[in-house]
């Protein structure tokens, strides 16, 4: 009863529309027993001309490749002669002895996943649609990047790794604030992968994130104004409605803004997409008087009417808020600068302390444990920094 294990190139079927010589095969273990054959994937793809005798060759990884393929096979290879010798296999088929080999290598011994399989799952759980904007952009970047990237295994990621990395993106011009967006999203990935016990050491306990000073994105008192006042075309006015409307709802996100449903009993009422949160504002009568010029047939407003989604008119309303403010000596504002200049205004400039300006604007309070015992449902305090706010921000216009 001879047990036989090999690494081998599964060519057996060549993707549609591709020949042998451009296609990517699976390398798998071949188990070999009693003339039949089983077969364990390892994970990974490489061309014909990129196999030879058992090895990857000509692929500036194949050295973390092999080392990986090796350790398999041989932890596969000395599982086989133990439970042989044992007689753990005398009656059993060959699939079955694949089966078992499977589950003896667990995860110590089996193929580590792919990296980018890793992040682009991790990516598309996230529940905020432009959070999985933000996490795509990275992975394009890191195709674009890293050559062969797709074939990466996750235990590759090391602090040598990170730091070419990092190299690389200096190299192409990334500044201090990207870079810190890129290694937070791949950070993340990592660590849920070591939660779930898929790697067991987190190089990012060596590696220190590039530090980026977070862009100003809060406007002043004077400069606010001068963006409300602005004289704009008919067309441009709607763009501008959008982002007062955020500011008098409390800096309410985009995503948010336009999958609102209802004004029940004077306020709005929705979970954050961001974080999960519940929040409710009192819609203050400037707020109503232009959601009532935008009503919506499936939301309250009426943008998702036409968009198919908010990444698209996030991308116009952005796009005209920077021609407007351009064109009346502004900075590039956008939408997301309603949110800090709320913030900022409510601390800087009517003096509303910093804890309840976290509360209006959904964050977590510092001592999450809290969150098990109370639940905020007065709104009083935040309804009233409100109204101050607006209040001051329209008393000279």
Known sequence: MAISINLYLDTRHTPNGQ???????????????????????MGIKVGISNWKNGKVVGLPERGRINTQLQNTLSNAMTIAFECRSKGLYANKTVTEVKDDIVKRLGKEGSPSPRFMALYDSFAERRKSARTKEIYRATAKKIRCVIPN??????????LNWLEEFDDLLIARGNNPSTRSLDFRNIRAVIKDAKKHKIIVENPFEEFVIPAGESPKRALTIDQFRSLINAKVEPWQQKYLDFFLLSFLLIGINTEDLLHLTCISDGRITYRRAKTGKEMSVKVEPEAASIIDRYRGEKYLLNILDTYSNTHNWTAKVDSVLKEIAANNGLPEVTMYWARHTWATLAHVAIGIDQSTVSEALGHQPEKKVILHYIKMTDYSKIDKANRQLIDYCFSQM
Do not use: G, Q
Request: aromatic share 6%; net charge negative; hydrophobic share 35%.
């Open 19 to 41: 020949t042998k010589e451009t296609a990517e095969y699976p390398v798998k273990l071949a188990i070999t027993k009693d003339s039949s054959t089983a077969y364990i994937p």
């Open 149 to 158: 990237a797709d074939r990466i295994s996750v235990e590759n990621i090391d």
